[in-house]
């Protein structure tokens, strides 16, 4: 005789199944302390994914490398041992050579332009530029543009001349340096300090939250507002990872992660300009502001880095970027 299943016993077996399931694990690992953008946008993102998927989603941050570090973080994403990561776009060139437009030297005039570009086809297209090697760009968080930090003052493109200055993996940084007569060489971000202030490079390129958080204007005295260059992070996952998620909770996942990015963006300029301000009032460094006769000189020193990669990058691709500028050249 077949048992008779009733509909009290169908929704209790039910009920005990949805109570039964494991919450959907994602592990988000970064480089960088938890009071910067990306810490706090990785923060921001566990607390909204918990809150609107309770149960369904649990949410794991490890900052400054805890979990992993810049030199296998994205080969563990590819393996699904780790779900999320925000690696500066300088970290995709061995996936995909496009990306080094962000790299590209006094390319945007400021973060207004890097804003419209990402936000056009050409920006959007670069975030699905690496599936084929199961890496699903989500979204572009901003950390800010890049200063010059060194052991004497910056002015003039010559003044860098034999420096060695710290650099993240990536050509288009090697060149970069290169064309002002300066030396480089690849650190991971957690040693960046340590190097600094035992000499191995006497120079280093980052925002002012990366410098205040990582105390390097205490072992750099003079820092030049360049401005010259972009560092921002794309906030990627696996790809297999992500499509295998029921779609009601990816889509939810999908709209959060484009809430958190609001948010770190609007945040971004305003630390980086609130830790500026730490950094002066500290008096540990001397920070440098350019003339427009002086940044045009390091422009024009470094331009010959656009041509060097165009092959790679692509024409269309930095005549886009260009396009976004507002002042005419």
Not at 252 to 272: G, H, K, S
Not at 280 to 303: F, P, Y
Request: proline share 5%; charged share 25%; net charge neutral.
């Amino acid at each position: 005789m077949k048992p008779i299943i009733t509909l009290a016993g169908l929704v209790l077996a039910v009920a005990s199944a949805f109570a039964q399931a494991e919450p959907i694990v994602i592990k988000f690992s970064h480089v960088v302390a938890e009071d910067t953008p990306k810490g706090k946008g990785a923060l921001l993102f566990k607390r909204l994914a918990e809150e609107r998927l309770p149960g369904q989603v649990s949410v794991e941050v490890y900052p400054n490398s805890s979990l992993y570090g810049d030199a296998d973080e994205l080969e563990a994403l590819r393996e699904d041992k780790v779900q999320l990561l925000a690696p500066s776009l300088a970290k995709f060139e061995q996936y995909t050579k496009q990306v080094q437009v962000f790299d590209l030297p006094f390319l945007f005039d400021d973060l207004d332009a890097v804003n419209r570009f990402q936000k056009r086809a050409k920006g959007r297209q670069l975030l699905r530029s690496m599936e084929t090697h199961n890496i699903t760009g989500l979204a572009y968080w901003h950390n800010g543009m890049k200063q010059l930090s060194a052991t004497r003052p910056l002015h003039r493109p010559a003044d860098a001349a034999g420096l060695s200055f710290r650099i993240q993996p990536s050509a288009v940084l090697q060149a970069q340096f290169d064309a002002v007569g300066a030396n480089s060489q690849k650190l991971p971000f957690a040693q960046v300090y340590s190097a600094l202030k035992a000499g191995t490079v006497q120079g280093a390129e980052n925002p002012w939250s990366n410098i205040y958080s990582k105390n390097m204007h205490q072992v750099q005295p003079y820092i030049t507002e360049t401005n010259h260059g972009v560092l921002d992070y794309m906030l990627v996952t696996n790809t297999r990872f992500w499509m295998s998620m029921p779609h009601k909770v990816r889509f939810e996942l999908e709209a959060i992660i484009d809430e958190v990015t609001y948010m770190v963006n609007q945040e971004a300029e305003q630390l980086n300009q609130a830790d500026r301000e730490r950094i002066r009032q500290a008096g540990t460094s001397q920070i440098i502001a350019l003339s427009d006769e002086e940044r045009q000189a390091w422009r024009e020193k470094m331009r010959p880095v656009w041509q060097q990669f165009e092959p790679v990058i692509g024409a269309d691709i930095i005549k886009a970027a260009e396009h976004v500028n507002r002042r005419s050249r």
